[in-house]
């Protein structure tokens, strides 16, 4: 069965800093690969997808995710975090064909101090 | 354009007793879909409509709940009667065509039953 791990329950960064979300799958074949964040009071909103081509995917935001095959991850990155990004952010991923079934993680909270 | 609406925002309710969440999807968004995530787990896919058809049904948890989709538009998801383990935030989301991973949540409905 498929599933998705983020490791960090609970990340705190300082404005301005860098920043790396982690994100392993397991899954039978190569999956579509997504990252999602959720606002206080607001419903997810897509940040990136990855279906296939160039493992750098650039989204949203400012925000990037690698696909790295041979660890199974799809890490988020940012270069410069600001206030504005503490929310939790959701790895997922669904099936390359069929019904946009996805499976997340169990989400990675980010603090942003000043 | 407006998004994905959920009602209520959040519901308290006893053991044994029935509740009703309402999902009205983004107009023209054949797609919709309901997921759940209990406190501290993942999000988990409960199923998915093409119009006023139960597409996949594979993630409810069982009998006591029960999904609509009366002429294609909004959605309603009712838990009777609810017991404690079905506290937690049930999501909603929708997108236009399948395969292209555009779904769009709503907000959520913290669901908590004492």
């Known amino acids: 069965a498929q599933s998705v791990t983020q490791p960090d329950i609970h990340i705190t960064v300082s404005e301005g800093a860098s920043l790396e979300l982690r994100c392993n799958y397991s899954y039978g074949a190569t999956p579509y690969l997504f990252w999602y964040v959720q606002s206080p009071g607001q419903g997810l909103q897509l940040l990136l997808k990855y279906f296939s081509g160039d493992t750098l995917v650039q989204g949203i935001k400012g925000f990037e995710a690698e696909f790295k095959r041979s660890q199974s991850s799809f890490n988020l990155r940012k270069p410069s975090v600001h206030w504005s990004d503490a929310a939790e952010y959701f790895c997922a991923v669904g099936p390359p064909f069929g019904n946009e079934k996805l499976t997340f993680g169990t989400g990675t909270r980010l603090t942003i101090i000043p | 354009e407006a998004g994905v609406t959920q009602f209520p925002s959040h519901s308290v309710i006893e053991k044994g007793q029935t509740v009703t969440l309402r999902c009205d999807p983004i107009s023209g968004h054949d797609n919709l879909y309901w997921y759940r995530r209990v406190m501290g787990k993942e999000i988990k896919f409960l199923l998915h409509?093409?119009?006023?058809?139960?597409?996949?049904e594979s993630g409810m948890p069982n009998n006591r709940f029960l999904a609509e989709r009366t002429g294609g538009t909004y959605s309603t998801l009712k838990v009777q009667p609810a017991e404690l383990e079905d506290s937690g935030v049930y999501f909603c989301?929708?997108?236009?065509?399948?395969?292209?991973?555009?779904?769009?949540f709503g907000p959520g409905t913290r669901l908590t039953v004492t």
């Open positions: 989301a929708s997108s236009e065509r399948p395969n292209d991973y555009e779904q769009y």
């Open positions: 409509f093409v119009k006023e058809s139960k597409q996949d």
